[in-house]
């Protein structure tokens, strides 16, 4: 299994932005599957997940209600919506692949993407 995301960029505060990762292997159905982002100095953060199925999710709660992840089992790939952004977003974002974990309880994540660097301007 391998990812790959894309859609990082530099926007205004206030604006949206949405994240992918192409989920290439065949355990696309049955991973689970987060985001987590991390900026130099910073501890990593999980900012959400999903589950195989898509019909549980987690969100961190500083970015509940501006977040959203949702998967597309017919193009294996896991988006990460972002809106309202602040500056305090600033980061750079990590897809990750975990295994069969429908309530979303533990989960190791064994796979990892190289990161999309998202800059938020005041």
């Known amino acids: 299994v391998q990812v790959v995301e894309s859609g990082g960029g530099l926007v205004q505060a206030g604006g949206s932005l949405r994240l992918s990762c192409a989920v290439s292997?065949?355990?696309?159905?049955?991973?689970?599957l987060a985001w987590f982002r991390r900026a130099p100095g910073k501890e990593r953060e999980s900012v959400a997940t999903?589950?195989?199925?898509?019909?549980?999710?987690d969100v961190a709660n500083s970015v509940k209600g501006r977040f959203t992840i949702s998967r597309d089992s017919a193009k294996n790939t896991v988006y990460l919506e972002m809106n309202s952004l602040n500056p305090e977003d600033t980061d750079v974002y990590y897809c990750?692949?975990?295994?069969?974990?429908?309530?979303?309880?533990?989960?190791?994540?064994?796979?990892w993407g190289p990161g999309t660097q998202v800059t938020v301007s005041s």
């Open positions: 990750a692949a975990g295994k069969f974990d429908p309530d979303l309880l533990t989960t190791a994540y064994g796979v």
């Open positions: 999903i589950n195989w199925s898509g019909r549980k999710t």
């Open positions: 292997g065949d355990t696309f159905s049955s991973s689970t």
